[in-house]
């Protein structure tokens, strides 16, 4: 996720699997150019990007190695829904 309303860009990676983990991850959050670098591993290696700068903030408070706050369950199942259905479309 990024957001890009403020000067500084900012970003926050998340990871899940739904036969590991009970919720998904903060694996990578920063500001300036660490946000730039996990933006560019993204690109890389081919993982969707969602903007959304309300959730993007909420997540930055959010320790990486954490699960993410239950208050943002619906939110990111939402974003998640999104982007599986990206890359199935994808895929063909």
Known sequence: MKSESQSVQQAVALRWDSESM???KVVASGRGEIAERILAVAHENG??????????????????????????????AE??????????????
């Not at 969602?50 to 190695?65: H, K, P, T, W, Y």
């Not at 599986?84 to 994808?90: K, V």
Request: net charge negative; aromatic share 8%.
């Open 79 to 92: 974003i998640l829904s999104y982007l599986f259905s990206l890359n199935a479309g994808l895929r063909g």
């Open 47 to 76: 993982i969707p990007i969602s903007q959304n700068a309300d959730i993007m903030e909420l997540l930055a408070f959010a320790d990486v190695g954490s699960e993410i706050p239950a208050e943002l369950y619906t939110a990111i």
């Open 22 to 24: 009970s919720a998904p």
